[in-house]
């Protein structure tokens, strides 16, 4: 991970400086690292005496951050135009506007500061990206060091939960991994708990993730000499099990764990005529190239889409897609 520069935290001061109010958003469907980042950003702004409201298109699906949906709001608080004016957005854990979904009101016109880790983030200007960080908490983190000082308790949880959440805790970091274990060190130091954390992120499961997780891993099917691995949810799954029977995570650490298997797919059917995919795998595939084909995006080794069509059709897309690097 790459230290945060002297011009980016310039820049990110200057914008905060030229504007009155702030809307502070992340991707829709949030998880663990996006709402975390939010937060803390929100505690930054709070130590700058800024104005901002929080925005978040959800659902917020996932057990670890139901309790935080009530803290965001998906429309935006009423402005005047020359309140408008003087409005910065700040986006987080995403750089691409059509992943934060629905959100009511008009976000467009506003100028933007952009906080992502994403490789495939693409943003010119007003940003501070690093695809080097292993979460977007690890940014926000930098930011609030050098700019308000060591965070107190409250925060220090919130970007050590980020963190964990996006690391898998801790378990996808690498030997270049040293600056973020001195970063996780410094949050400790400060109050945030790792075991209570670990308990959040792995703990509080609906009893259906179980169930439903059965059905996928007797779904799966493996492909290009079992180094492919895909399965699918239908919208009777969800229908009988609900979202909160989701458990994607655990599907993918039992599916990777397979030996000679490389790449996982998980595909949903969202709708009649829409569904999302999950991409993760080992080193070597650069799984974010692929979902960058059907318009989405991510990590090297964990990425994502939304797409119209069904699952037949799609997954037959995506093997064929895989079939080019495997």
């Not at 990110?12 to 991707?27: E, M, T």
């Not at 309140?83 to 957005?89: A, C, P, Q, S, V």
């Not at 190239?289 to 080794?301: L, T, V």
């Amino acid at each position: 991970m790459q230290s945060i520069t002297d011009e980016q935290v310039d820049a990110f001061s200057a914008f905060l400086a030229a504007h009155d109010f702030f809307y502070i958003i992340g991707h829709k469907e949030p998880d663990g690292d996006c709402v975390y980042s939010c937060l803390s950003m929100a505690a930054l702004l709070d130590a700058k005496k800024c104005s901002y409201q929080l925005l978040n298109a959800g659902p917020f699906k996932r057990a670890e951050i139901k309790d935080k949906a009530n803290l965001f709001a998906n429309a935006l608080a009423f402005l005047s135009e020359p309140e408008r004016k003087k409005t910065g957005l700040i986006i987080l854990d995403c750089s691409e506007t059509a992943r934060l979904g629905d959100i009511d009101g008009d976000l467009s016109g506003l100028d933007v500061f952009i906080i992502d880790h994403h490789k495939t983030a693409n943003v010119s200007k007003d940003c501070i990206i690093d695809a080097s960080a292993p979460a977007t908490a690890a940014l926000v983190q930098q930011l609030y060091e050098r700019m308000v000082g060591q965070p107190p308790k409250d925060v220090a949880e919130m970007l050590f939960f980020g963190l964990a959440t996006d690391t898998g805790y801790f378990r996808f970091l690498k030997e270049d991994a040293a600056e973020v274990f001195m970063a996780a060190a410094r949050l400790v130091a400060a109050g945030a708990n790792p075991r209570q954390v670990y308990d959040r992120v792995s703990g509080g499961k609906a009893y259906t993730t179980r169930k439903l997780l059965g059905i996928m891993l007797s779904r799966a099917e493996r492909y290009h000499n079992n180094k492919l691995v895909i399965t699918y949810e239908t919208m009777e799954d969800t229908h009988k099990y609900g979202q909160e029977g989701r458990d994607s995570d655990a599907l993918y650490s039992l599916l990777l764990a397979c030996d000679g298997v490389e790449a996982v797919v998980f595909v949903r059917q969202e709708t009649d005529h829409n569904c999302t995919a999950g991409f993760r795998s080992r080193d070597a595939i650069d799984v974010s190239a692929i979902a960058a084909r059907f318009g989405g995006g991510g990590h090297k080794n964990a990425a994502g889409m939304s797409i119209e069509g069904s699952l037949e059709t799609i997954i037959h897309e995506i093997k064929k897609e895989f079939a080019k690097v495997l």
